[in-house]
C-alpha cells in the first residue's frame, strides 16, 4: 500500500507548478496537510535555496522546488544530507518521464545516436519576455538529464529575441543550441542528434498539460517512434519525490543543477 504523505505549498509555487491540481491527482500519494507537512513545495524564483532550507529546517521530509532558478545548491545539498531530506526541482523540460532514469528505451535510443554522432542540435522555445538565460538553464538541463557531457562552451550571438550557443562533446562533436522567444509557437525543447547513418529526435513539450514527448530514432533499418507517453513534467516531478521518500533513496537534482550552473559559468570566460 502507498504510503500517503501530507504537502504544503506557498502561493508562488502553487502557480508555477500547479501544486494543487498536481496533488489532487495523486489522492493516494499526497493529501493536504493541515500543519507539519511531511513535503514543502517552494517557488524557484531569487532566494528559492534559503527556503528550502527554512522548510528542511522546519521538519519537512522532502522539498520541490517549481521552476528553479539558477543558484548554488551547495548549502541546500549540504543542509539536506544532514537532515536526510530529499529535494526534488519541477524542472520545465528535464522532468519529463520520457527522460526519466528509470526509461531505458529512451535511453538507449540517445545513447545509440550518440555513439555514432556528426552534430548534435537543440532548439528551446519560449514566450516572450522569458530571460534568455533561464531559457538557456532550462536547455542546459536537459542535456545534462540525457546524460550529454558538453565543454568549449561560448555565446555566438544573443539579444532579447533569443541566443546561439556552441559547445562540443568530449569527442569534439559539434554542439548547437538555441533559444528562440516567441508567441508564435508554443514552449518546447527539442534534441537532435545527427548521425552518420541516420538521427535521434526528442521533442519535450510545456509541462501546462500532459502533452506527451515526441522520441523518434531512425537507422539505416528504419524508423521508430516510441509508444506515447501521457504524463505532465509537474506530475512525474511529483511522482520521483514520494518514490524517493518510500524508499529512502537521495535524488541527484542538486548535482546536476551544479552542473548545469558549471556550463552556465563558462560563458562569461
Sequence with gaps: MSTQ??????????????????????????????????????????????????AIRGGAKGVVVSCPAAEDPAALSA??????????????????VALDAANTT???????????????DSVAMAAPGTEPLHLLADQFAVLVQCGIEVRNVRMVQYNRNGYTVAAVLGDGIPVALQGILTSVLPATASLT????????????????????????????????????????????????????????????????????????SQLNR
Aim: no cysteine.
Design 193 to 264: 542528434i545527427l548521425t552518420a547513418a541516420g538521427r535521434a529526435d526528442l521533442v519535450l513539450p510545456d509541462p501546462a498539460a500532459a502533452w506527451p514527448a515526441e522520441v523518434r530514432a531512425v537507422t539505416a533499418e528504419g524508423s521508430t517512434t516510441l509508444p506515447t507517453l501521457y504524463e505532465s513534467s509537474h506530475r512525474s516531478t511529483w511522482s520521483r519525490v514520494h518514490a524517493h521518500l518510500t524508499a529512502g533513496t537521495a535524488p541527484d537534482d542538486l548535482a546536476q543543477l551544479a552542473t548545469v550552473l558549471s556550463l552556465l
Design 79 to 96: 543542509a539536506a544530507s544532514a537532515a536526510e531530506a530529499v529535494v526534488v526541482l519541477d524542472r520545465r523540460w528535464a522532468g519529463n
Design 5 to 54: 504523505l501530507s504537502v504544503s505549498a506557498d502561493p508562488g509555487a502553487d502557480a508555477a507548478g500547479t501544486v494543487s491540481a498536481v496533488v489532487a491527482s495523486l489522492p493516494v500519494s499526497f493529501a493536504p496537510a493541515a500543519e507539519s507537512p511531511d513535503v514543502v513545495a517552494v517557488a524557484g524564483h531569487a532566494g528559492w535555496t534559503v527556503r528550502a532550507m527554512d
Design 106 to 120: 529512451v535511453r538507449g535510443v540517445i545513447n545509440g545516436a550518440l555513439g555514432n554522432a556528426v552534430l548534435v
